[in-house]
């Protein structure tokens, strides 16, 4: 991740932020609206949102993205392995925050 071109870093970033915004959407739409049947079940609602929500992460790493919080976790062990410089880390860890966040 470290290596690769700003461009194709903020790319990645930036449609895993869409993804995360899409999920995040779609569960308060659908967990949102189911009305009577929460009030029936009181987990239900909790339930379908928990359900939802992760179809995100299965749409981020499906496509490639990148997530800031998978850049924390990678880039640094390319460091400490020699692979990477402070400066690709901290390149990688401000453009995917950037791409993520717009």
Known sequence: NSQKPIMKIFHQSFVSGCY??????????????????????????????????????????LSGGQLFTGNTATV??????????????ARSWTVSILGNIL
Do not use: C, H, R, Y
């Open 20 to 61: 995360v915004g899409f999920a995040g959407l779609l569960s308060l739409s659908i967990a949102g609206n189911i009305g009577p049947a929460a009030a029936a079940a009181p987990g239900l609602q909790k339930m379908v949102f928990g359900a939802l929500f992760p179809v995100n992460l299965l749409l981020i790493l």
């Open 76 to 89: 640094p062990m390319a460091v400490l392995e020699g692979k990477a410089t402070m400066g690709d880390l």
